[in-house]
T-cell receptor, first 112, second 111 residues
Framework: DADVTQTPRNRITKTGKRIMLECSQTKGHDRMYWYRQDPGLGLRLIYYSFDVKDINKGEISDGYSVSRQAQAKFSLSLESAIPNQTALYFC???????????FGPGTRLLVL | QKEVEQDPGPLSVPEGAIVSLNCTYSNSAFQYFMWYRQYSRKGPELLMYTYSSGNKEDGRFTAQVDKSSKYISLFIRDSQPSDSATYLCAMEGDSSYKLIFGSGTRLLVRP
């Protein structure tokens, strides 16, 4: 079984809709991250969480919110989706000892 | 100027060639350096990591860090078609464990 899972894997939605992307991990890591990936721009950090009570904004948090429901679960919400949020979204985790991050398979989001 | 620069490619080589992938960076505080491999429609997979300067070898892969030049490299020996992917370099930005990624180099190994 995959250590980091993301649901859904693909999603098409309309402008203005609220959507949630979910991430679960079985690696036992405390730290979790949400990134988006756009062609030519690489991976950009949206939010990160070092434990259930510690959530921090990344470089591109506007238009997004997150919830850390448990050590193993970290959700990303788009409150009112817009077309320029069309991207590939990745969840990642890391342990406390190193900064090595392990990624999920990604969610491909299309906002019409 | 981006903190981490990486040539997007694509880089096309014949099977068996030695591949050199590179990144330059501007922040001298970076200490951890990583390479990720990403196949089409998949998540990035951690390939190798090094701490500070020096070389690290793992099978056909060698990661090299030159902190004096702010330059890191990934060498792939005896490249295979299965190595065709996008390779992302990443560096630890500070003690908070946030990684800074390059934009990725797309590699194509022709049979």
């Amino acid at each position: 079984d995959a250590d980091v899972t993301q649901t859904p894997r693909n999603r098409i939605t309309k402008t203005g809709k609220r959507i949630m992307l979910e991430c679960s991990q079985t690696k036992g890591h405390d730290r979790m991250y949400w990134y988006r990936q756009d062609p030519g721009l690489g991976l950009r950090l949206i939010y990160y969480s070092f434990d259930v009570k510690d959530i921090n904004k990344g470089e591109i948090s506007d238009g997004y919110s997150v919830s850390r429901q448990a050590q193993a679960k970290f959700s990303l919400s788009l409150e009112s989706a817009i077309p320029n949020q069309t991207a590939l979204y990745f969840c990642a985790t890391s342990g406390q000892e190193t900064g090595l991050q392990y990624f999920g398979p990604g969610t491909r989001l299309l906002v019409l | 100027q981006k903190e981490v620069e990486q040539d997007p490619g694509p880089l096309s080589v014949p099977e068996g060639a030695i591949v050199s992938l590179n990144c330059t960076y501007s922040n001298s505080a970076f200490q951890y350096f990583m390479w990720y491999r990403q196949y089409s429609r998949k998540g990035p997979e951690l390939l190798m990591y090094t701490y500070s300067s020096g070389n690290k070898e793992d099978g056909r892969f060698t990661a090299q860090v030159d902190k004096s030049s702010k330059y890191i490299s990934l060498f792939i020996r005896d490249s295979q078609p299965s190595d065709s992917a996008t390779y992302l370099c990443a560096m630890e930005g500070d003690s908070s464990y946030k990684l800074i990624f390059g934009s990725g180099t797309r590699l194509l190994v022709r049979p």
